[in-house]
């Protein structure tokens, strides 16, 4: 089984370039998200999904776009790069049939924005 | 809004001694859920333990357990028996009824040989 699929798994973005970070789970999960990890910040949540056609602001959503036009797919765009987005991103689904359900977590995006 | 807070940036144990790393949170709700994930230097995240609000008892996964205080809003983690692969930065999570899933900042755990 493939999991949480992240793709790419590096890039390099000059300021104002946009990008998709793509995030695909084969779990048939309802619930994804998006996270960025900054040393010392821990994770911070920037968007939510708790099934196809529903999405929701985290604790960061701005300067992020995001989009569930499928159960399986959640991808995450950057219109406008800045430096203050250079992170790990990380994209995790659980299953929804209980609020204890554990995260899968992809491998992480390094994003950094000169 | 719901935050959760790791007071200790760093904790050090010794192989085979026990180690607790604490976690706050503030929330008004009563219905919410609790996590402790483990991140390795591999960067994967793994759950180590969960725990519903509306149980009293404390859950535990071997060598895990937690310390859950409903009224102090604390959720702290007790790792015994402590082993080299422990060595890993440790999340406290918290989900609320909306589902939006809050992370603190972390403890990274050292285990000392």
């Known amino acids: 089984n493939a999991g949480v699929t992240q793709t790419p798994k590096f890039q390099v973005l000059k300021t104002g370039q946009s990008m998709t970070l793509q995030c695909a789970q084969d779990?048939?999960?309802?619930?994804m998200s998006w996270y960025r990890q900054d040393p010392g910040m821990g994770l911070r949540l920037i968007h939510y999904?708790?099934?196809?056609?529903?999405?929701d602001q985290g604790e960061v959503p701005n300067g992020y776009n995001v989009s569930r036009s499928t159960t399986e797919d959640f991808p995450l765009r950057l219109l406008s790069a800045a430096p203050s987005q250079t992170s790990v991103y990380f994209c995790?689904?659980?299953?929804?049939?209980?609020?204890?359900?554990?995260?899968?977590f992809g491998s992480g995006t390094q994003l950094s924005v000169l | 809004a719901q935050t959760v807070t790791q007071s200790q940036p760093e904790m050090s144990v010794q192989e085979a001694e026990t180690v607790t790393l604490s976690c706050t949170y503030d929330?008004?709700?009563?219905?919410?859920?609790l996590f402790w994930y483990k991140q390795p230097p591999s960067r994967q995240m793994i759950l180590v333990i969960r725990?519903?609000?509306?149980?009293?008892q404390n859950a535990t996964e071997n060598r895990f357990s937690v310390n859950f205080q409903k009224a102090a809003k604390s959720f702290s983690l007790k790792i015994s028996d402590s082993q080299l692969g422990d060595a890993a930065m440790y999340f406290c999570?918290?989900?609320?009824?909306?589902?939006?899933?809050?992370f603190g900042k972390g403890t990274r755990l050292h285990i000392l040989p």
């Open positions: 995790a689904s659980s299953y929804q049939g209980g609020r204890n359900e554990k995260l899968f």
């Open positions: 779990m048939n999960h309802e619930y």
């Open positions: 999904s708790v099934g196809a056609g529903i999405t």
């Open positions: 929330t008004s709700e009563s219905d919410y859920y």
């Open positions: 725990q519903e609000a509306y149980k009293q």
């Open positions: 999570a918290y989900r609320d009824r909306d589902d939006k899933i809050i």
